[in-house]
């Protein structure tokens, strides 16, 4: 959360503030010359807020979003979901995994970079997806997979026999609609 502020020293006239913000979908009016710039996720989701002159301007492009799950054993787990929401178009992801297994110790990486489309209500991905593997003796069966399931874009992460691995992943993505 973001905040303006304008103060006033003793002795001086009020300053000159605005009494209210326009935006695309309502006007924001200050409070004791106090008005806060709220992003989604705290400006972790990829939000960036700019300001020139008299705008604040809010991107939302290229999209970063990390995520972190631990696996035990050979189970599938889903270390980020994505939802597409409501807006038909094409979505292409380029995503980092990384896993560690202390106990051996043992490690794995992939790079995912893949495309899916949705139709604002189911996600379809597209073929060619490539995957880079790199893993060490212990996590050779393990994998790292981009696939869909319902309206969602999920980075799939399958885990090893006998091990218990933390894993954590980041992906950008950019969407055209």
Request: contains cysteine.
């Amino acid at each position: 959360m973001s905040q303006f502020y304008q103060g006033v020293t003793a002795g001086s006239l009020p300053p000159s503030v605005p009494t209210s913000f326009v935006t695309d979908s309502g006007t924001a009016i200050p409070v004791a010359n106090i008005l806060n710039v709220v992003t989604p996720g705290g400006g972790t989701q990829g939000v960036a807020t700019s300001a020139s002159g008299n705008t604040i301007t809010i991107t939302v492009s290229p999209t970063d979003i990390t995520g972190t799950i631990t696996t035990v054993g050979a189970v599938t787990g889903n270390v980020i979901t994505i939802a597409l929401g409501s807006t038909p178009g094409t979505y292409t992801f380029d995503c980092k995994i990384v896993g560690f297994n202390s106990s051996t110790p043992s490690g794995a990486g992939y790079t995912i970079v893949g495309a899916v489309r949705t139709d604002g209500a189911t996600a379809t991905l597209l073929s060619g997806q490539a995957v880079d593997s790199f893993e060490e003796a212990a996590t050779a069966a393990c994998t790292g997979t981009l696939t869909v399931s319902a309206n969602n874009a999920i980075f799939q992460v399958l885990g090893a026999a006998g091990l218990t691995i933390n894993w954590k992943a980041s992906v950008q993505y950019i969407f055209v609609g």
